[in-house]
Structures are given as structure tokens and as C-alpha cells.
């Protein structure tokens, strides 16, 4: 997808590609807020960093309060931690902190880029991209940053790991062929597959819930579409099937919908479609750009990117489109919500 917006980094962090959680709020017995929590990249400091606040737009927290850049989120499994991606070593490095932002640790200290933390669904491993080889690789390496372990080791470009739900398999965007592909691995870096295996641009790779099956955008038809394969790279399917731009499918949480960024109505909008491609619907309607939509964990809230006030903005709508807020209403841009696990 393509937009027009004049803050390069707005652009490169919500897309994902980027360069190359507190405070008074109410708790749970369990220590984490009532309501939930949502981490997010802002600007609002003259540089990136990462926030966080509550799920009704209260107690936001500089987490990160760094000079250089810091973003990239990915909420440990159990959201007692968050792993991100900083600039504050001069290059890009994955660190990891506590939920309140204390206890920072740089986990791979490498020469090269490292980006794109992804955590094991067990929160014992942390996949990530890096071109500490020269090249765009996926490695995995321990949640305290040891025994990392390169993955691809291929000469072409491999990003943006995404781990399936049994933490067995990893899906990845891979060149290696002369165009993106899906390609998926075992996680010790065994039985490589290319599961979309044709011509045109394929990325965007994420796994259902059952495992059984990957949602990805595919411009295969001319246009940006999302197709559903099989894990076995067998039964592609056009789930969109317009001849508008459908990117960023994410799956709710019990499985059964996928929320995606179209233009078919001329901007960007957040629709939703049952997990097969039917009854897709238009939750935000808005003549502003909305896109990027994120999951409560319970399936019942919708977080995304909106820039309708002019500025990039978080807003959170119930899963129908309903309830409608925006929850920073600040003048600088932010993007890219994270809802906490539970």
C-alpha cells in the first residue's frame, strides 16, 4: 500500500519497515491494569520512543525516554516484558525491558542491524532479523540474548519471522527466489519450504490460531490482495478478491475473522471478513486514513492507526465498529498499538 504522508519515520515504523506496559492507573490484583494496556511508538519527544497506556487512552508512560530512536515492539507472551528495537548504540540493536520499562538489557550486541523481535509462543525465544552477515537474515537466539542461531543463512534477503502457534515452525518473507516469497521453517532451522511459490510479490506472513493455515498479502493478481494457504502450502486462496490494495491481515483472536487495511473506498480503511472471505465490512468509514488494525486479546476491541485529526493518532472501536475513541490525541504521530497480553 502507498500513502502519501510527510513523516518518513510514521511511514517506515507502520508499515514495519522500519530503518533498513504503568504510571497511576488502576491494577489488578495480578499487578496489571484492570482494563488492559496498550504499548505504541511516538514521536511526541522529537524522536521515537515507546509508550504505554491504559486501554481507555489514561496513564500514559514514556517507557523507553531515550534520545535516539526506540521501536519495534513485541510483548513477551506472559506481558511481564517487551522486546523492541533501538538506535541508542549507534545501530540497530534488539533490547528488552520490563513492563514499566525498567531492567533494559541490549540482547544482541552485534555489529550489524538487528530488528523485528518476535517472541516464541512459549516466551522462550526470540526471533529477529539481522545483517550482522552481510545480508537480511532470520535468527533465533535464548530471551536473555544467548546461543543466537542463524536460521536462513542464505545470501538473498530473509524478514519478518512469525512463529506458529505451537512455537515449532517459523513463517518468514524471503527473496531468495527473485521475488518475495512465503517460506516457512522448522525453528531449529530444518525443512525449508516456499509455500507461495510464484512470480509476484508475496510478504505479510502470519499463522491462524490453530496453525493450520497462513493469511498473506499477495499481489498476484496485479493488485495487493490477502490470500490464505494451507501450512503445507497447499489451497491458495484470494480471500479479498478487489481490484483495490487489501494489506496487514490480522487474525481475532478465536480465529474466526481477519482484520485487514483496504483502499477500496478511495483511503485507507480497517474491514474485517470472516476467516473464509466472506461478509467483509468497513468498521472505520472515514474520509482520513485508517489502517493497521490490532486484536484485543479478548477479541472484543479493535486498536489502530488513524490519521483523521491530521496527525497519526491510536484509536480503539469494539469489534463491530462500534464505540468509537481516540485514545492520544496528540499533535505528534502515534502508531503501531500493542495490546498487553493477558
Not at 542461531?149 to 502457534?165: E, I, K, M, Q
Not at 493455515?213 to 497447499?234: H, K, M
Not at 471478513?273 to 466472506?278: I, P, Q, R, T, Y
Not at 467483509?280 to 472515514?286: A, E, G, I, K, Q
Amino acid at each position: 500500500m502507498h500513502r502519501n504522508v510527510s513523516n518518513v519515520w510514521w511511514l517506515a515504523a507502520a508499515l514495519g519497515l522500519a530503518l533498513a506496559g504503568c504510571g497511576s492507573d488502576s491494577t489488578a490484583p495480578s499487578g496489571r491494569p484492570a482494563a488492559g494496556q496498550i504499548a505504541f511508538s511516538t514521536d511526541r519527544d522529537g524522536n521515537p520512543e515507546i509508550y504505554v497506556m491504559n486501554a481507555d487512552g489514561a496513564g500514559v508512560r514514556n517507557l523507553t525516554n531515550n534520545p535516539t530512536f526506540d521501536f519495534e515492539l513485541a510483548w513477551s507472551p506472559d506481558g511481564t516484558k517487551i522486546a523492541f528495537s533501538s538506535g541508542r548504540d549507534g545501530d540497530t540493536e534488539i533490547y528488552l525491558m520490563h513492563a514499566d520499562g525498567t531492567g533494559l538489557v541490549n540482547l544482541t550486541h552485534s555489529p550489524g542491524q538487528d530488528l523485528w523481535p518476535k517472541w516464541s509462543p512459549d516466551g522462550t525465544r526470540i526471533a529477529f532479523y539481522s545483517e550482522r552477515d552481510g545480508n537480511g537474515e532470520i535468527y533465533v537466539m535464548n530471551a536473555d540474548g544467548s546461543g543466537p542461531v542463524n536460521l536462513t543463512n542464505n545470501p538473498d534477503g530473509d524478514a519478518r519471522a512469525d512463529w506458529s502457534p505451537d512455537g515449532t515452525r517459523i513463517a518468514f518473507y524471503s527473496n531468495r527466489d527473485g521475488n518475495g516469497e512465503i517460506y516457512v521453517i522448522n525453528a531449529d532451522g530444518s525443512g525449508l519450504r516456499n509455500l507461495s511459490n510464484n512470480p509476484s510479490l508475496d510478504v505479510e506472513a502470519t499463522w491462524s490460531r490453530d496453525g493450520t493455515r497462513i493469511a498473506f498479502y499477495s499481489e498476484r493478481d496485479g493488485n495487493g490482495e490477502i490470500y490464505v494457504v494451507n501450512a503445507d502450502g497447499s489451497n491458495p486462496l484470494n480471500l479479498t478478491n478487489n481490484p483495490a490494495s487489501d494489506a496487514t491481515p490480522a487474525w481475532s483472536p478465536d480465529g474466526s475473522k481477519i482484520a485487514f487495511t483496504t483502499t477500496r473506498d478511495g483511503n485507507g480503511e480497517v474491514y474485517v471478513m470472516n476467516a473464509d472471505g466472506s461478509n467483509p465490512r468497513n468498521l472505520t468509514n472515514n474520509p482520513g486514513w485508517d489502517g493497521f488494525g490490532a486484536w484485543s486479546p479478548d477479541g472484543t476491541k479493535i486498536a489502530f492507526n488513524s490519521e483523521r485529526d491530521g496527525n497519526g493518532e491510536i484509536y480503539v472501536m469494539n469489534a463491530d465498529g462500534s464505540g468509537l475513541r481516540n485514545l492520544t490525541n496528540n499533535p505528534a504521530a502515534d502508531l503501531a498499538p500493542a495490546w498487553r497480553p493477558r
